[in-house]
């Protein structure tokens, strides 16, 4: 999805919210994935999803709010400082736990993840019903259901499967399947994509256009038409004879 604004240079139909809740999930994840000892490739997963999460998040303010590089990148300072303390502090909360055998904290502090994550696709569903069009990449929903598939697989090849952390992939699946009804339906009522949008600008431009002939036809005085009637009506009103041709 980075790669798709930069191309564009806008970040039309993405909804910073549903980022914001991206970036905080996978931090609680990334937390949970060290904390428990799952592999290698499900520990470095949410960091490598949060940091490009990170950078739509400020693609947002470059290419939506016209921010300065100096602020943009002084945000995602802040951002990778929060990220980073709170995900030490998480995954040194989780290790606590489980050393405790305080399953409850354990649990809750994996199934966050899933919540957060899950909570910031509704922002999503809502810019996507208001602009009736999906502007994620096909590319990027597909590589994102294909992700969630193989890492719950992967959870199987552990010593124990951890249903806690498949909750998280398989609620990203569901809700990306959801994105991809919607991208059909919107395909199939003709309003998906960017090209719709901007037939849609062209026809008011050429409506605009028209109004203002008109208007200016309208503002210009009528013709005068000297014909034979014309000329007898008035000689008619002023009591002459009218010449006879």
């Known amino acids: 999805m980075p790669w798709q604004n930069f191309r564009r240079k806008s970040t039309e139909g993405v909804s910073v919210v549903m980022l914001y809740f991206w970036f905080a999930g996978n931090m609680f994840y990334g937390a949970y994935a060290v904390a428990d000892k799952l592999y290698f490739g499900l520990i470095i997963q949410p960091q490598i999803f949060a940091f490009f999460t990170l950078l739509n998040i400020l693609q947002v303010y470059w290419y939506a709010y016209k921010w300065s590089l100096a602020k943009t990148c002084s945000v995602g300072a802040i951002l990778c400082i929060a990220y980073a303390g709170l995900h030490i502090g998480f995954w040194k ?5 489980i050393a405790n055998h305080n399953d409850g904290v354990v649990t809750f502090l994996g199934v966050l993840p899933a919540i957060v994550i899950a909570a910031g696709f509704f922002p999503e569903f809502y810019v996507c ?4 069009s999906v502007e994620m990449s096909n590319f990027f929903i597909m590589l994102d259901i294909m992700g969630g598939v193989f890492s719950t697989i992967s959870l199987a090849f552990d010593h124990t499967f951890d249903y806690v952390a498949s909750i998280t992939y398989l609620i990203v699946v569901l809700l990306d399947i959801v994105l991809v009804i919607m991208k059909v339906y919107f395909f199939v009522h003709g309003t998906q994509g960017r090209v719709h949008r901007s037939s849609i600008a062209d026809s008011s431009t050429s ?4 109004s203002q002939y ?3 036809t309208s503002e210009m005085p009528p013709r005068s038409f000297a014909n034979k009637d014309n000329v007898e009506l008035q000689q008619l009103e002023e009591g002459k004879q009218p010449v006879q041709s």
């Open 207 to 210: 409506s605009c256009a028209e």
């Open 93 to 97: 909360a989780e290790e606590r736990a």
């Open 129 to 132: 019903v208001k602009e009736q």
């Open 214 to 216: 008109s208007s200016k």
